[in-house]
């Protein structure tokens, strides 16, 4: 047993690592020591089955025709899909353009409570980790009760202009609204984590006592440090608005999403090919975010997990 | 600081950079503050207002009424609720001593190829949940599906489009965040603690008992009410699913939002919106404070 605890030199020290303990676990490692062996291999096949059989499962499903063979038509057919490509532009720009809006509005207002205002950063995290109380389904409730006063109420002033534009079919602006309010607390978690490491009010009076601007300072000493950081944010972002069906079809929008569940009563295959599709690039995204997450520290931390529609 | 004219040029820069600073800082939180209060709050009191409400439709006047929410707590409504609540009890519970199993496997193996691959698994599964998820469980085990037919389940009475069903799809997404919430804790259980226990003479059990499961106590209520909250606040995966066979709250909303019930049943959406706030309110509070307190022994 003395032999696994190469790490934390803090604790191991030559007394305890001696003859003693070697002699207490002599007689219980021959009977342990297979058990876990055992019980982990059952443990991580049992698990592996679980989590790939879907896929596999899925994949055959569409390319396999029962009476007809291997084809690939699902795949080959998806780009002259009715409704594919708008659907999925679609959502990569209401994801763009979440991701700008919750970067503009949290980039700033991370960095001020970091050197400037304390106080506010009780208020910040707060405003920032409530969304994360309010599932998508609640806010859409709300969200539907307004957009109904805007005909209602307010059809004789300019606002109701406003509410129009911001329901456009070709690009729903409430969309990127309410998607940056989910993204919030993700961007949020990812942020601070990444401020957290670097030393604010020591980099920027080091910026400052050089001469530098402060949106100098922002942009070329504190945003270049948060780059990881920021593509976490960003990422996360991407997959919670790539997945996002909840809101966007009680709204009558429709994105990804949406478009994936309308054709699955006509086009079955199909749309089990998109999803594996929109999985894989999920997947790929993901990979790239841990991956640029990862290389200083070890895989603990912060769960990387955005609410994802699920 | 700069009450005083002496020329100190030490003085009059940090007064200086202190009263700029100041107002500037708080201007650059303002539009992220201003826009919560508008997207967000204005939604939220909406729900909150409309949950407590009724409009006259001939007069238009508005007075407070409790019969929403008195609504929303009975008949179908009630039962929603409920199934909603046993949903996310039994898939937390169920996901959650899985996720603790595989992650215990995963953190006390020494390969570290196998760990980084099944964090990083974990990492990307605990994300896929959603309209994919529940088209991959269908085309594997739905009516017609690849492992339905391969191994009969039809005939064994299996069906994907019940409780049990949504069950076993909704732990694909949360085992994977139990294992990424719960591996940090494994690792803060030092094995210089199971050594000295052992050195002590206790048996593994009595390590457990008193050691392990008390240190990692937080860590495993708080990964079960994260779970909890998780699936509660799933929609998606049960649309696609199983359409209304499944009774849950989520499902009732979206229902009596897209007005396939009885028109003026909005209130009642918003009452239930309303409930799960409150439900999904109590759970983070519960969260918060034990993540706090699992972080302690984290390093």
Request: aromatic share 8%; net charge positive; charged share 10%.
């Amino acid at each position: 047993m003395a032999a696994m605890t190469p790490t934390a030199p803090d604790t191991v020290e030559a007394g305890t690592s001696g003859a003693a303990p070697r002699a207490s676990t002599r007689r219980p490692r021959p009977r342990s020591r297979p058990r876990p062996r055992v019980w982990r291999g059952a443990v991580l096949a049992l698990a592996g089955a679980y989590f790939l059989t879907p896929l596999i499962a899925s994949f055959v499903f569409t390319v396999h025709v029962p009476g007809r063979g291997i084809s690939f038509e699902a795949y080959t057919e998806l780009l002259a899909a009715d409704g594919f490509t708008q659907s999925l532009l679609l959502s990569l720009g209401l994801a763009a353009a979440t991701i700008s809006l919750s970067l503009l509005l949290a980039v700033p207002a991370l960095i001020a409570v970091r050197i400037g205002s304390p106080r506010l950063r009780p208020v910040v995290e707060v405003v920032c980790m409530l969304p994360l109380v309010v599932p998508p389904i609640a806010l859409v409730t709300g969200i539907t009760t307004v957009l109904r006063w805007g005909p209602e109420h307010l059809s004789r002033t300019p606002l109701y202009q406003t509410f129009l534009a911001v329901q456009n079919e070709d690009f729903p602006v409430v969309l990127v609204l309410a998607y940056t309010v989910l993204a919030l607390p993700f961007v949020h978690r990812s942020l601070d984590a990444g401020l957290r490491a670097i030393d604010v009010p020591t980099l920027v009076e080091a910026a400052r006592s050089c001469g530098a601007s402060w949106p100098h300072v922002v942009l070329r000493v504190l945003l270049p440090n948060l780059r990881a950081s920021l593509a976490g944010a960003a990422f996360l972002t991407l997959a919670l608005v790539l997945g996002e069906f909840t809101i966007a079809s009680l709204l009558g929008f429709r994105p990804f999403a949406v478009w994936i569940v309308s054709i699955s009563g006509a086009q079955a295959r199909m749309s089990v090919a998109v999803s594996i599709l929109s999985l894989v690039i999920t997947w790929l995204l993901l990979l790239l975010l841990s991956r640029a997450a990862t290389v200083p520290a070890t895989v603990s931390a912060a769960p990387a997990t955005s609410r994802k529609e699920s | 600081m700069s009450a005083t004219t002496t020329p100190h040029p030490k003085g009059t820069a940090g007064g200086n950079r202190r009263r700029r600073r100041g107002p500037r800082t708080w201007l650059a939180a303002l539009p992220l503050l201003a826009f919560t209060g508008l997207c967000f709050g204005i939604p939220l009191g909406a729900i909150a207002f409309g949950a407590v409400t009724r409009t006259d439709p001939a007069t238009g006047a508005v007075r407070p009424t409790g019969e929403h929410l008195a609504r929303s707590l009975q008949g179908p409504y009630l039962g929603s609720l409920i199934g909603s609540v046993q949903l996310s009890a039994l898939t937390a519970l169920v996901g959650g001593l899985l996720g603790v199993l595989i992650a215990q496997a995963v953190v006390t193996s020494r390969s570290t190829a196998l760990r980084s691959a099944a964090l990083t698994a974990s990492g990307v599964l605990a994300n896929f949940g959603g309209v994919p998820l529940a088209f991959a469980f269908i085309a594997t085990v739905g009516i017609s599906g690849v492992v339905t037919q391969l191994a009969d389940l039809g005939g064994l009475g299996w069906s994907l489009y019940s409780f049990t069903g949504l069950t076993v799809v909704y732990l694909y997404f949360l085992i994977p965040l139990m294992v990424l919430v719960i591996a940090p804790a494994l690792d803060g259980l030092r094995p210089q603690w199971r050594e000295a226990a052992q050195n002590n003479g206790a048996t593994a059990g009595q390590f457990w008992r008193h050691v392990g499961l008390p240190v990692l106590a937080p860590s495993l209520l708080g990964g079960f009410v994260l779970l909890f909250g998780t699936a509660f606040a799933a929609h998606a995966t049960a649309a696609a699913l199983v359409g209304g066979s499944v009774p849950l709250v989520t499902l009732k909303i979206a229902d009596a939002l897209s007005g396939n019930v009885l028109t003026g049943q909005e209130n009642v959406a918003l009452a239930l919106g309303l409930d799960m706030i409150l439900i999904a309110g109590l759970v983070m509070a519960v969260y918060l404070p034990l993540q706090r307190r699992s972080a302690r022994w984290l390093r």
